[in-house]
């Protein structure tokens, strides 16, 4: 290990009170910026409502859950009875969706368990542009199942969950971000979120389709624009790193871009089969999947994963001037 640098400790004090939780691998999309389209990572896989009841209640101060990782939460049978369960114990719960599954049942059943926020990852706003992207030819039924779900919530009275549309910005669909947030009035969606592209090499999550650094006086203007359209139409909009779109990619390359990432003190993600990550991204960015894994939360007590010697391992070097694996692609404002 290099550069070793005396900085946050090894050991966390505390559990995380925020916690990923990837309800199911599976997935109905074929997203070209994914990696789960190119490469199985582990045994497809749902969780079930004992096994997440098994880790959560491991966690004393838990406050935030978050229901997805590599696949769709909606193909769960299980999962409005774990947003129940999470409600329950007074947690903030939401969820990524493709909203490819989201019919009348499954509309009642979000909002009678109490679901907190849908993000609904939509990435274009024509037909052809979502199919290049996202793989499945689905963008009108995605389209009324939001829209349908926001009418239904109208209908009853009722706030949660808040719904906002997610778009990960590339060289392919940057020109539609306008369109997009006025998509997003139509559907009444409350917030648009612009994500960064995490590339990997393979599909369209490449350094080519990135936007980061690299915005030309066109791309700029798309923003600009978005952002016009969001005051007008006011619908709030946010990009990675609780920033402003243009702030996001336009921010300068610092030394060590990952240490301002809190991650490895703050939160934990725990995959269908239990493998516990650093976090969400990891699977993207780390070159060996295997050497990512800390722990198995369905067979080891989380405690005991949280501050064991893979752990402490990973956050040492976190902290030094060689980034563990998963980190050296990534930096503070990729996400949040």
Not at 65 to 78: C, D
Not at 166 to 186: C, H, M, S, V
Not at 266 to 278: D, I, K, M
Not at 306 to 316: I, L, P, V
Request: aromatic share 8%; charged share 20%; proline share 7%.
């Amino acid at each position: 290990m290099t550069g070793l640098r005396c900085g946050r400790p090894a050991v966390a004090p505390e559990l995380p009170a925020i916690l990923y939780l990837e309800t199911t691998n599976r997935c109905d999309s074929l997203c070209q910026t994914c990696i789960r389209t190119f490469q199985t990572l582990e045994p497809p896989k749902d969780l079930t409502l004992d096994e997440l009841t098994q880790i959560v209640d491991q966690f004393p101060r838990l406050e935030r859950v978050i229901l997805h990782g590599i696949g769709e939460p909606l193909l769960n049978p299980h999962l409005f009875r774990m947003i129940a369960y999470l409600k329950g114990r007074s947690v903030t719960v939401l969820f990524n969706s493709d909203a490819i599954g989201l019919t009348d049942k499954k509309r009642r059943s979000l909002i009678e368990s109490g679901l907190d926020e849908l993000r609904v990852s939509l990435d274009a706003a024509t037909p052809e542009t979502y199919r290049a992207i996202r793989g499945v030819p689905m963008f009108h039924r995605v389209v009324e199942n939001v829209t349908a779900l926001v009418d239904l919530q109208q209908e009853l009275g009722v706030p949660n969950p808040k719904v906002s549309l997610w778009f990960t910005a590339i060289k392919k669909n940057l020109r539609e971000l306008p369109d997009f947030i006025r998509l997003a009035g139509k559907i009444g969606a409350a917030r648009v979120n612009v994500q960064r592209l995490v590339h990997y090499g393979q599909g369209l999550a490449v350094q080519d389709q990135s936007l980061h650094g690299a915005l030309t006086a066109l791309e700029a203007e798309m923003l600009a624009e978005a952002a016009r359209l969001s005051q007008e139409l006011g619908i709030g909009l946010s990009a990675s790193g609780n920033t402003t779109p243009e702030d996001s990619f336009t921010s300068e390359e610092r030394e060590r871009p990952w240490s301002g990432c809190q991650r490895p003190w703050s939160l934990s993600y725990v995959t269908a089969n239990g493998n516990v990550l650093p976090c969400c991204i990891s699977p993207w960015t780390a070159k060996d999947f295997p050497g990512l894994i800390l722990g198995n939360a369905l067979t080891e007590p989380f405690a005991e994963i949280w501050n064991g010697e893979r752990y402490q391992q990973f956050r040492t070097q976190f902290e030094s001037d060689g980034a563990p694996d998963p980190c050296r692609g990534c930096g503070r404002l990729w996400s949040y």
